[in-house]
């Protein structure tokens, strides 16, 4: 059995090689240890990184590990770096994401109830860009498709989980005001690396 000090080690070379999210349990398997373990030693490493104010840091995104850039240090990096061109979310796009993110599990009909107008297209775009995906069946007549956010969705916006969301006193007030708010949180989430097209 490797030592603590060896396996946070490991999962150091393993965030740095893997790039995307890295999930617990991948990295437990590796060492033969259970997923709790591994989340204990990567939140060890997550305040370790933060107690140092190294320039790299580690996230947690439901139960995966990936290090990230420090936000502080976004506009030397946006300097350095040869600016990504990319579009925005549309406001469309925008506010059937947040209907889905507070909604969840939600379908098509409960979504286009609250904002009067079909998705259809909206959805097919946030599906192919991972932030919505399948999240089952509605036990109701013709059992319609449930649809949720992605670990995409979380990375992408910050969070590190469902339950980080701001809080919103009336889900119907989504249509409109909510959609204006999203994109000011994706500006500020916008921090040289995350970049979404739809």
Do not use: H
């Amino acid at each position: 059995m490797s030592s603590k000090k060896a396996i946070k080690s490991a999962f150091e070379s393993m965030l740095f090689t893997w790039g995307e999210p890295l999930d617990a349990k991948a990295a437990a398997d590796v060492f033969n240890i259970s997923k709790q373990e591994a989340i204990g030693y990567f939140e060890e490493l997550m305040a370790e990184y933060e107690q140092e104010g190294r320039g790299i840091i580690i996230r947690k995104i439901n139960q995966s590990f990936q290090f990230v850039t420090r936000e502080e240090n976004a506009d030397y990096v946006r300097s350095l770096c040869t600016p990504v061109k990319t579009r925005r979310l549309s406001q469309s796009a925008l506010e059937v994401l947040a209907i889905v993110a507070y909604k969840q599990p939600v379908t098509k009909g409960e979504i286009e109830a609250i904002r009067g107008i079909r998705c259809d297209r909206v959805m097919d775009g946030l599906m192919k860009k991972e932030l919505v995906c399948e999240k089952g069946r509605a036990d109701t007549v013709g059992r319609p498709i449930l649809y949720g956010t992605t670990d995409v969705f979380l990375k992408n916006f910050g969070f590190s989980s469902i339950k980080d969301l701001p809080e919103i006193e009336d889900i119907e007030t989504i249509a409109g005001g909510i959609a204006e708010d999203a994109e000011e949180d994706i500006a500020a989430a916008d921090d040289g690396q995350i970049k979404i097209e739809i």
